[in-house]
């Protein structure tokens, strides 16, 4: 880090590294499970344009708000971005699971039963982190108080304590929903 007049200026580098580390093996997932799915396998132009392309584009998103200046399209770049980046995480995660375990299952049982999987492993993976993804921009709008007593034993005035947690205020964030947490 460098510091500069209290401020704290941050490389992108490593961040943008990791990120394009993990977007590169879930790119890989994804086109180990289409090569070895029988409905994709037949025509590697057309499926990696089908889906490589926008998967580079949509990669690309966060990155491009790293670097540009302050604006409304890096702001606009970096809410996308963090969407995607949720997303592909999710979904990322859960197909490194699946096709782990088709492997293993490939090696005990045999590989023609297994082949066939690849395709709705994929499909699965897809809808589930679509599913959580939205759920997540959602529930993330939704403001949640609870409330408890709590007896101290010892002497004072009465207090409240007010706790503030995961808000991950961002890009992505809403004023309207910062202004609704301060009056609850």
């Known amino acids: 880090t460098n510091r500069h007049k209290g401020e704290e200026n941050v490389s992108p580098i490593i961040p943008i590294a990791v990120f394009v580390g993990l977007a590169s093996l879930a790119a890989y997932l994804v ?13 590697v132009g057309l499926r990696k344009l089908f889906w490589l392309v926008p ?3 949509l990669t690309l998103v ?11 399209v890096r702001f606009a770049l970096q809410a996308a971005g963090n969407v995607w980046l949720g997303f592909y995480l999710y979904f990322g995660f859960l197909l490194l699971v699946l096709v782990v375990l088709a492997l293993l299952i490939q090696r ?8 066939n999987w690849y395709g709705g ?11 959580v993804t939205g759920y997540g ?12 007593d709590v007896e101290v034993d010892k002497p004072g005035e009465d207090m ?3 706790l503030i947690g995961d808000l991950h205020l961002s890009v992505n964030s809403r004023l309207a929903t910062t202004r609704r947490m301060v009056e609850l």
Request: net charge positive; with cysteine.
């Open 160 to 162: 409240k304590v007010v």
């Open 121 to 131: 492993m994929l499909c699965f993976s897809l809808v589930v982190a679509l599913a």
């Open 137 to 148: 921009l959602v529930h993330a709008q939704n403001t949640v108080v609870y409330r408890y």
């Open 108 to 115: 005990l049982i045999g590989r023609q039963i297994a082949k």
């Open 62 to 72: 966060p990155i491009a708000g790293a670097f540009l200046p302050n604006s409304p």
């Open 55 to 57: 998967y580079i584009i």
């Open 31 to 43: 086109d180990l499970c289409l090569r070895r799915w029988p409905r994709t396998a037949w025509n």
